[in-house]
């Protein structure tokens, strides 16, 4: 099935007659300055899509003409009278905004696309695109929009043998053995996705893989990407192993407080900003999971992160350092570690570092609470980093629409600066004041004809970089663009569609991991369910240490009574956390350890409500089948028959889920499945 292979720029011809006439009137005459890369692209994607929607071309004017029907051009460079209408619209946009606009030029109407730099004209006519595609009415249009959000980044765990970490889509899209000289057409397509949805960041390769990429040999490679992705507004970044200076440099050290260590860095920055003067900057993964990182030499982070940022400072260049840590040598709750270490080191970052802070504070899981560390760290700025490719939520197999966990994480208040300090204000800078400001995924993308190996799977990747652009949008708008799309603009296809992937992610909660339960999946790869695992070398990694079940109940107990992780949230979410009556049930047993015959707000015992939301997840998956079934007509074969085999894989395996750990916990509580729960195969 190729169909996937266009994302949600399938250009599909505009069948209706009025649309089709508006739209062919609003073509009619455009002006487009074409003279930078940047503004070329809009004009070849202008090229593209019009005579795949319109069945034909759109005609251009070499000046600005009183005839124009479309003005695309820069703020600056727009005829005076047409500038005087916008003057007051552009002192809201930013640098990388922009608007969409109908006024009267010389007595006529005309539909301008303006902005202040050239990447807000790419981003303005993919916009006004993607409106025609998903049939919005255009005859008048007022529409200015900025990204609220500096780094709009997609981070791949690319390795150089082209093997992605946690991928499940194929192979890495970068092919560095043909690579400088063979330019893909995918890295090309790759760019104007992203910069259709405003990502304007990539890094290239795995937080966990080697130095070898910023030897001259790769560099040369990274600067032929570098420059098709610059042409669509993108920043190439790569990762930066800490022990590079050993294994690159022949160093004895790669202490950062050594000096020729702090001058490898300096020089390697040099030497990478001669080949990409935009480069934007290293992430790093250090002292975790096994990487090499300052502690080895008895420093910390901030001596790590700022002598990196001290190397890429002249330069404009950034520091993203992660705070994924967790040690097995510490017996805190795991949910603790990352807080507990970086908390003492706000402020003392040098001004180009970001604190890269997952989502949730044990790992993209299918729920979490927000990780302690956004509100709290007041006075560095933190980039989210949130999964997009599917770890812990069914690989490329399961349908699952996360924009809906992104949203619930964005939307959650920290209540760090009063009521509404929100995790959104905290990402978007208006919290706490500061500029430099980001969003990162970890990507779904490889070599898969459709990108992302289950088709809805682009959905996550498109809602990733909307909330990127704009973290207040609702996950119900994401999945209705993105449908409109994708695949068409019919209500009656859109309306079931939508309650579909809204719903898809309460499903995989509920039959994976409902009630707060967290870290149960089998080891290593983590797809299907392991509760029972409970011999790995490290204990921390073990699903026991997370449910804690027994003969009394189950849950992980992070009140005060037991590892008190409840004290790194504000006073007023500390409260409602560690008190059963009021803490919300979703997250009942990541917070408190229960016994079995627990009442549940609804009355029922614990056992049974675990049961049957095992059940109701199982139950939430027949009916995505069955909306897709009656979602047929507007479907090709292929397009049906693909996802509908997809989902009955899900539906059999929401059921093992429900059946092991039912089964499982069931040797604790001895107790008997509750009616309207199936019985195990
Ligand atoms: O959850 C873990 C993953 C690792 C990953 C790590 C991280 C890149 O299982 O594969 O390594 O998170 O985020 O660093």
Known sequence: NLDGYKLWLNYDKIEDPQLASDYSNLVRSIYLSNSSDILKNAQNELGRAIPRLLEKNGSYTATIQPENTLIIELFEKLPS????QLENDFRTTNDEGFLIKTISYKSNPVTVISAKKDIGILYGVFRLLHLMQTHQKLTTIDLIDSPKVKLRMLDHWDNLDRTVERGYAGFSLWNWQKLPGYIDQRYI????????????ATVLTNVNANALILNPMYLDKVEALATIFRSYGIQVYLTARFSAPIELGNLKTA????????NWWKNKAAEIYKRIPDFGGFLVKANSEGQPGPQNYGRNHVDGANMMATALEPYGGI?????????EHDDTDRAKQAYDEFLPYDGKFMDNVLVQVKNGPIDFQPREPFHPL????KQTPLVIEFQITQEYLGFSTHLVFLPKLFEEVLDADTFQKGKGSTVSKVIDGSLYGNTLTGMAGVANIGTDLNWTGHPFAQANWYGFGRLAWNPYLSAETIAEEWLKATYSSEKAFVEPLKKMMITSREAVVNYMTPLGLHHIFDTGHHYGPGPWVDDLGRPDWNPVYYHNADYN????????????ATEQYAKELETI??????????????FHHLPWDYKLKNGIDLWDGLALKYQEGVNQVKDMIT???????YLTEGQFKEINMLLQIQLKEAEWWRDACLLYFQTFSQRPLPKGVDKPA
């Open 255 to 262: 202490d950062p407080l050594d000096p020729d260590v702090q």
């Open 553 to 564: 109940g189950i849950g992980f107990d992070r009140t005060p009574t037991g590892s008190n």
């Open 319 to 327: 520091v993203i350092w992660r705070a994924f840590v967790y040690s």
């Open 577 to 590: 956390y560690n008190d059963t009556r009021k803490i919300p049930e979703k997250y009942l047993l990541w």
């Open 374 to 377: 956004f509100g709290a760290m």
């Open 189 to 200: 397509d790759y760019a104007r996705a992203n910069a259709s949805i405003g990502i304007n």
């Open 81 to 84: 009278d047409l500038r005087l």
């Open 627 to 633: 909306t897709w079934k009656n979602a047929k007509p």
